[in-house]
T-cell receptor, first 114, second 115 residues
Framework: DGGITQSPKYLFRKEGQNVTLSCEQN?????MYWYRQDPGQGLRLIYY???????QKGDIAEGYSVSREKKESFPLTVTSAQKNPTAFYLC?????????????FGPGTRLTVT | QKEVEQDPGPLSVPEGAIVSLNCTYS??????FMWYRQYSRKGPELLMY????GNKEDGRFTAQVDKSSKYISLFIRDSQPSDSATYLC???????????????FGQGTILTVHP
């Protein structure tokens, strides 16, 4: 995973509950991303952040919130307003090492809401 | 119309075959073109990236970008059963510096290489 971790690996929640997914990186990467993956739909961007204390909505931000208080951390909260929260959530980071573009994904969190 | 289109397959080939995976796109601003491999229930792994047009080779893998046709390809030579995975293309308008912008992904192609 190249220094980017997500926890937990599996998460089960009841409908109506908010849940927060963790993403941490020790790569000193500036940019961090949250994607959602559903069968047959590829990866869809939820939120991204290019610098601490700043973030932008992706293509499917409704029902989600994020924060970027530290460079290493980019937690995602799935709120009760998200209509179809069950999915595989992937965190990614991008940076530059010795002038070379570098990008890694975390191992993912599989969220099931019943 | 999606910004990035990728044939989801599935694609099934015998061991040793040459595999061709393709994506088309509509956004002329895309400058970085990536290919990822994703095994079941794992995060995607960056295989190769190419900046602007041209070819890039890494072992059995060759990535090609044709910006005039808005078409990218990944070729896998001498395919192995261990290559069986979902392959995703992704693109970015990143043009340098620390403002990396968004990565836009294709749907992914499911590849099975059978012995």
């Amino acid at each position: 995973d190249g220094g980017i971790t997500q926890s937990p690996k599996y998460l089960f929640r009841k409908e109506g509950q908010n849940v927060t997914l963790s993403c941490e990186q020790n790569l000193n990467h500036d940019a961090m991303y949250w994607y959602r993956q559903d069968p047959g739909q590829g990866l869809r961007l939820i939120y991204y952040s290019q610098i601490v204390n700043d973030f932008q909505k992706g293509d499917i931000a409704e029902g989600y919130s994020v924060s970027r208080e530290k460079k290493e951390s980019f937690p995602l909260t799935v709120t009760s307003a998200q209509k179809n929260p069950t999915a595989f959530y992937l965190c990614a980071s991008i940076g530059n090492r010795d002038g070379k573009y570098e990008q890694y994904f975390g191992p993912g969190t599989r969220l099931t809401v019943t | 119309q999606k910004e990035v289109e990728q044939d989801p397959g599935p694609l099934s080939v015998p061991e040793g075959a040459i595999v061709s995976l393709n994506c088309t796109y509509s956004n002329s601003a895309f400058q970085y073109f990536m290919w990822y491999r994703q095994y079941s229930r794992k995060g995607p792994e960056l295989l190769m990236y190419t900046y602007s047009s041209g070819n890039k080779e890494d072992g059995r893998f060759t990535a090609q970008v044709d910006k005039s046709s808005k078409y990218i390809s990944l070729f896998i030579r001498d395919s192995q059963p261990s290559d069986s995975a979902t392959y995703l293309c992704a693109m970015s308008a990143y043009a340098g510096g620390t403002s990396y912008g968004k990565l836009t992904f294709g749907q992914g192609t499911i590849l099975t290489v059978h012995p």
